[in-house]
């Protein structure tokens, strides 16, 4: 009978924990991170060159969980090198966790975080002296890197080009918000797939502004009775803590000019930053009339504001932390 010495059962123990701790691939079983989203800093990365014929060159897009009261919540910021950065729901995030979770992939992990960080190109190239940062590319050639990270550990996946389209269609259910939908689709697009009811051409909706919305709140009813009676009213931004500020703008209406005599606040109103209703904070009630409703209409159409965009963003609530 074949017999493991003390010794060697010391060096196989050594050898498999050295093996752990640099990592290991695993086919059909997802890594412990994919089902534990609640982890400080988790984001989710995917690189990909695309073999399409495009002028530009695809850069990443990285989706990182925040909280919902969190201002960075449903924005996106770009970077010529590290490409796109969305910042994600928890909620949004675990369905994306586990749709990643659900593929038969074979995931490289570490107990070690990834930093998505610009890389200088070493050395640099004496043609291009002005190009200083190498391009994030995908560590196995016709392959897209998926990359998921947190405080916790890491792991890497790489996910054929053949299958693509089909993965990232299985995907798509995780993105609730219409920004974050909008921005997958996108890349999608971008990836050489085929996205059915999506039109590249078409901008993304854009926030009502500071102006657009002092507009709005000039043809409330009672404004425009004031001055149909000949008052000249005036408001300011309403400044309290505690307001959504992140979704709407918040103005006090005076009956007259702030520095007249007499001049008493006649009302609290908010304006929908995504969709142009204009909200009476202090019985919750949307404010409609001709006047309004006709020019609220053009601004939409000018910002691209959807129906469906506005039946996502409408009832979100004035005060934070409310549902």
């Known amino acids: 009978m074949f017999r493991i010495s003390s010794c060697q059962r010391l060096v196989i123990c050594c050898g498999l924990a050295l093996a752990s701790a640099r990592g290991q691939d695993r086919a059909g079983y997802p890594p412990a991170l994919l089902t534990n989203t609640l982890q400080k800093n988790y984001a989710v990365r995917f690189v990909y060159d695309p073999p399409v014929d495009k002028d530009d060159v695809v850069t990443p897009v990285t989706f ?31 369905g994306l966790a586990g749709g990643l979770a659900k593929l038969d992939l074979v995931w490289t992990e570490s107990r070690e975080s990834m930093v998505f960080h610009r890389e200088a190109r070493q050395p640099p ?33 790489d996910l054929p ?20 939908l909008n921005i ?47 008052v000249d009213i005036d408001w300011q931004e309403l400044e309290l803590k505690g307001l959504n500020e ?11 000019p ?9 009302g609290h109103f908010a304006v ?14 949307m404010v409609h009339s001709r006047e309004l409703d006709a020019v609220e209409a053009v601004l939409r159409r000018e910002h691209n504001i959807s129906a469906s965009w ?14």
């Open 64 to 94: 990182t969980e925040v909280e919902t009261e969190d201002p960075r919540f449903d924005t996106w910021s770009t970077d010529p090198v590290l490409g796109l950065k969305f910042w994600l729901s928890p909620g949004e995030m675990k």
């Open 125 to 157: 190239d004496p043609l291009l002296p002005f190009v200083q940062w190498k391009a994030v590319t995908a560590r196995r050639v016709g392959t897209m890197e998926i990359d998921v990270t947190c405080d916790g550990g890491s792991a890497a996946a």
């Open 161 to 180: 080009s053949e299958k693509v389209c089909n993965v990232m269609e299985q995907l798509d259910g995780a993105f609730t918000t219409p920004t974050a």
């Open 184 to 230: 997958f689709r996108s890349k999608r697009d971008e990836w050489g797939c085929r996205v059915p009811g999506f039109d590249p051409r078409e901008t993304p909706p854009r926030f009502i502004t500071r102006s657009e919305a002092a507009v709005l709140i000039n043809l409330l009813p009672a404004a425009i009775g004031l001055r149909s009676k000949g």
């Open 246 to 256: 992140r979704e709407y703008w918040f103005f006090t209406i005076y009956n007259r």
């Open 258 to 266: 702030r520095a007249a005599k007499g001049s008493a606040p006649m």
């Open 272 to 285: 929908n930053k995504e969709t142009g209703d204009v909200w009476d904070k202090d019985s919750g009630k």
């Open 310 to 323: 506005i039946a996502y963003y409408r009832d979100h609530p004035l005060l934070q932390g409310k549902k």
